[in-house]
C-alpha cells in the first residue's frame, strides 16, 4: 500500500560545530503548489539553491518555511587559540624593550591584546556549509517521517468515511424499489377516489414519466465508482490529494442531484448524510500531498 503524505508538519534539528550551534527549522502547511520561504544568515545565503533543490527532490506540494540560526556555543565559553612562536618573539622583544628602556615588562592581557597572538578557533566555510547540509538531511529525514505519520492517520480517516458513504449508496438503492411502487400506488389510488374515467394509455406514461424523474440507479451507480476510485488512489498513495480534491467533487455533485430527486424523507435523509460526509473528507484532504 502506498504512503500518504500530509503537508503540515514540523521538524527541528540541532548540532553543534567547532565553535557555532546550528538550528534547522521546517514548517509546513498546506499549498497548492511547492512554495519555499528561506531564512538565512548571510554567512550560508550561498546555499539557498542547494536546499531548494534538495526540498523539491523530497516534497510534492505544500507551503514550506525554512529557518537555519548559527549561535555561538554557551556552553563552552570564549575559546582563544595561542601562536606560540609569535608569543615566544613577542615576549623576548618585551624583555629587551624594558632593560633598554628601564621599564616594566607588558601584563599578559596585554600580551593577549597584541595582534597575532591568540585568535577564536577557525572554522572554514566549506566545513561550516558542510554541517548546514548534513543538518538540513536529518531535518528533512524528520519533515519526511511526521508528514508520513500524519498522512497515515488521515488516510485511515477518509477510508472510514468512504465506507460510510458506501453504506448510505447501499442503503439508498434498496430503498429506491419500494418508494417507487408505493408512489405508483398512491397516484392509482387517488384516481380510483375521485372516480373518473382515464385513459390507461396515459395513465401508463405518466406513471412511467414519474418514476424516470425519480429514478437514481445512474447517480447510485456513479457514487459506487467514484468509492472505488477513492479506495484505488489512497492504496496507490503518493502526492494523491489533488486527485481525492477532484473526486469529492464529483461525489458532491451526485449526491445533490440524489437529494433533487429525493420523493421521501428517508432519501432526503441519506442525500444530507453523504453530504456531510463528503464535507469532512474534502477538509482532511486538504492537508493531503
Known amino acids: 500500500m502506498g504512503t500518504i503524505h500530509s503537508m503540515t508538519a514540523f521538524a527541528r534539528e540541532n548540532s553543534n560545530t567547532a565553535r557555532d550551534v546550528l538550528t534547522i527549522e521546517l514548517r509546513t502547511v498546506n499549498h497548492r503548489y511547492l512554495d519555499c520561504s528561506f ?3 548571510d554567512s550560508i545565503r550561498a546555499l539557498e539553491p542547494r536546499l ?3 526540498l523539491g527532490k523530497t516534497l510534492a506540494r505544500g507551503k514550506v518555511d525554512c529557518f537555519v540560526r548559527i549561535q555561538q556555543g554557551a556552553e ?3 575559546s582563544l587559540s595561542i601562536n606560540h612562536e609569535n608569543l615566544d618573539a613577542l615576549v623576548q622583544a618585551s624583555a629587551e624593550v624594558a632593560e633598554a628602556m628601564a ?3 607588558p601584563t599578559a592581557l596585554e600580551v593577549l591584546q597584541f595582534p597575532g597572538i591568540c585568535s577564536p578557533p577557525e572554522q572554514s566555510e566549506e566545513a ?3 554541517a548546514v547540509l548534513g543538518l538540513f538531511e536529518d531535518a528533512l529525514a524528520t519533515l519526511a517521517a511526521n508528514r508520513s505519520r500524519e ?3 488521515l488516510s485511515h480517516m477518509v477510508g472510514e468515511r468512504i465506507g460510510q458513504v458506501e453504506q448510505q449508496v447501499a442503503s439508498t438503492r ?3 424499489p419500494t418508494l417507487q411502487q408505493r408512489q405508483r400506488d398512491k397516484v392509482l389510488a387517488r384516481i380510483k377516489e375521485l372516480n373518473v374515467d382515464v385513459d390507461q394509455g396515459r395513465l401508463e406514461q405518466e406513471l412511467v414519466y414519474m418514476a424516470q424523474k425519480s429514478d437514481v440507479d445512474e447517480e447510485l451507480d456513479r457514487l459506487d465508482a467514484h468509492v472505488s476510485e477513492v479506495r484505488r488512489t ?3 498513495g503518493g502526492p494523491c490529494g489533488r486527485r481525492l480534491d477532484f473526486l469529492m467533487q464529483e461525489l458532491n455533485r451526485e449526491a445533490n442531484t440524489l437529494s433533487s430527486k429525493s420523493t421521501s424523507s428517508d432519501t432526503t435523509q441519506n442525500s444530507v448524510e453523504l453530504k456531510v460526509l463528503i464535507e469532512q473528507m474534502r477538509e482532511q484532504i486538504q492537508n493531503i500531498e
Open 39 to 41: 531564512k538565512l544568515p
Open 52 to 54: 531548494r533543490e534538495r
Open 76 to 78: 563552552r565559553g570564549p
Open 103 to 105: 621599564t616594566r615588562e
Open 128 to 130: 561550516l556549509h558542510k
Open 151 to 153: 498522512g497515515e492517520k
Open 174 to 176: 434498496q430503498l429506491v
Open 234 to 236: 489512497l492504496k496507490k
